[in-house]
C-alpha cells in the first residue's frame, strides 16, 4: 500500500488489537495502567492502517495457536507492542 494511503479504520483496529491478543497484550488494560496513552494506541492503529503487510498480517494471525512474544515480521507496530508484551 502506498505511504499516502491508509487503510481501512475499522479493520486495522481489529487488526492491531488481534496481534496485540496474540503477544499476550490487552490493549485496553495498557492504558488503564497507564502503560499505553490513548493517543499512543491512536497511533498504533494509524501505523497499522500504513502498513503494506496487512495480507502476510492476516495470515500470521490465522497461524498463532499460542501466544508469541513477537509481531509478525514487518509489523510497523512492532517495537511498541514487544515493549508491551514484556512483564512490566
Avoid at 19 to 31: F, I, K, P, Q
Avoid at 50 to 73: M, N, R
Wanted: contains cysteine; glycine residues 6%; aromatic residues 6%.
Amino acid at each position: 500500500m502506498p505511504k499516502d494511503i491508509l487503510g481501512d479504520p475499522e479493520l486495522h483496529f481489529w487488526l492491531t488489537r488481534s496481534v496485540a491478543r496474540v503477544m499476550g497484550v490487552n490493549l485496553s488494560e495498557a492504558m488503564a495502567s497507564g502503560h499505553l496513552s490513548a493517543q499512543e494506541y491512536s497511533a498504533l492503529v494509524t501505523s497499522c492502517r500504513g502498513c503494506a503487510f496487512v495480507e502476510a498480517c492476516t495470515c500470521w494471525l490465522a497461524e498463532q495457536a499460542t501466544i508469541t512474544p513477537t509481531a509478525p515480521p514487518g509489523c510497523a507496530n512492532a517495537k511498541v507492542l514487544e515493549r508491551l508484551a514484556r512483564p512490566q
